[in-house]
């Protein structure tokens, strides 16, 4: 069964304080995997799309990576303004379904 | 740039009232799509439409109806509320490519007591 999980649910951190989100995967056929940031309110913003093992996309301070059973978001000296929940999703060619994760609820301290 | 407009923002129903949850996209895009994120239950699909004049049932389609009223709008219908569908519903849109990603809405916070 296609399946996808974060971890952890919740993290708090320190500002400046570096860290990393996980989002494991069990997809038939992976045809992406793409990760949003969620503020209280709001609806999810699209931050990156990583499609093959070994790939690696960055914006700011904000680093995902992909491997053939999980994806890393790694966040570099976190500010409170990176404080938002992070979803991870991934597509399955086999099913064409989209599958999201649960999330992880990101809060950084100042 | 608007992306994804929903309206309305709030919502409170009452047990047996229906309403229509809208949604326009301003992107050009052919797919749009309704979810719901309950808490602990992460996004669901409830329905979806691959191009203008089609629709499809998601994981969750009971007790919902849509329209793709044309390119631009896709609009979601409770016929009969329910305390169970209680949520905040989301449309998405995207590019018809498999692997590009989806585009929000902020979403409708709907109450139903």
């Not at chain 1, 952890?8 to 056929?29: D, F, I, K, M, W």
């Amino acid at each position: 069964e296609d399946q996808v999980t974060q971890s952890p649910e919740a993290l708090r951190l320190q500002e400046g304080e570096s860290s990393s989100l996980n989002c494991s995967y069990t997809v038939s056929g992976l045809r992406g995997l793409f990760w949003y940031r969620q503020d209280p309110g709001k609806g999810p913003e699209f931050l990156f799309t990583l499609y093959s093992a070994g790939e690696e996309k960055e914006k700011e301070r904000l680093k995902a990576t992909l491997t053939k059973k999980e994806s890393f978001l790694h966040i570099t000296a976190p500010k409170p303004e990176d404080s938002a929940t992070y979803l991870c999703a991934v597509y399955s060619g086999n099913t064409g379904k989209l599958i999201f994760g649960q999330g992880t609820t990101l809060q950084v301290k100042p | 740039n608007a992306g994804v407009t929903q309206t309305p923002k709030f919502q409170v129903l009452k047990t047996g009232q229906s309403m229509t949850l809208q949604c326009a996209q301003d992107m050009n895009h052919n797919s749009m799509y309704w979810y719901r994120q309950d808490p602990g239950m992460g996004l669901r699909l409830i329905y979806y439409s691959a191009s203008e004049g089609t629709t499809d049932k998601g994981e969750v389609p009971n007790g919902y109806n849509v329209s793709r009223l044309n390119k631009r709008e896709f609009s979601l219908r409770l016929e009969s509320a329910a305390p169970s569908q209680t949520s905040v519903y989301f449309c998405a849109s995207r590019w018809d490519a498999y692997n590009s990603p989806l585009h929000f809405g902020n979403g409708t916070r709907l109450t139903v007591t």
